[in-house]
């Protein structure tokens, strides 16, 4: 019986690379897989999903308000779909990946991020959350050695920043993962 699944963590946690290892280790039993990601993510190019770690992979990319069924029935039949970045997913999207788990008894992996720099989930985790049938935490650390759950945001100056855009693209120049406490006190320290 077919799941959709949900592996979600903080930035830098490996999870792009866990998507395409998961993608190779699919491909190696002789299974076809349909790898996507949200036209919203262009930051490695617009059909490239790319790890940290140096793999990378195309992947066809879904439009903000595009049908993810009508995108899977155009492109062909597969045995999995494993969608990347799914964070920036609408939750109507996600739905329609539920409906391909339901209907095609298709295994659906999403991976992604589950909150914003403000600790505030995406809408497309948000519905990940509550209708995935399995749902695992990829863990990373912060520089404290703590597990890291917030994706803490820095302008140009080295601030933590926790107003603006639910949505600006970047790495490790923009970004860094980091516990709760020590995201808590960095932010304190500024003031």
């Not at 985790?125 to 049938?133: N, Q, W, Y």
């Not at 703590?146 to 080295?158: E, H, I, L």
């Not at 949505?167 to 020590?182: E, I, K, P, S, W």
């Amino acid at each position: 019986m077919a799941k959709l699944y949900f592996k979600y963590g903080a930035m830098g946690s490996s999870k792009s690379a866990q998507a395409l290892i998961t993608k190779f280790n699919y491909e190696e039993k002789g299974m076809s897989v349909w790898l996507i990601k949200p036209g919203t993510d262009t930051r490695d190019g617009a059909d490239i999903i790319k790890s940290r770690i140096g793999l990378s992979q195309r992947a066809q990319v879904i439009g903000p308000d595009e049908s993810i069924i009508k995108a899977y029935e155009e492109a062909g039949n597969y045995d999995v779909i494993i969608a990347d970045e799914a964070q920036f997913m609408s939750p109507e999207q996600i739905d329609e990946l539920r409906t391909l788990v339901d209907d095609e008894d298709l295994p659906v992996l999403c991976f992604g991020l589950r909150t914003d720099f403000r600790t505030r989930f995406f809408p497309g985790s948000r519905r990940l959350m509550e209708i995935a049938d399995s749902i695992t935490e990829i863990k990373t650390i912060c520089e404290c050695g703590r597990k890291a759950t917030v994706n803490a945001r820095f302008d140009d100056s080295g601030r933590v920043i926790t107003e603006g855009d639910q949505v600006v693209l970047g790495g490790n120049d923009r970004y860094t993962a980091m516990c709760f406490r020590c995201w808590k006190e960095r932010i304190k320290s500024q003031d």
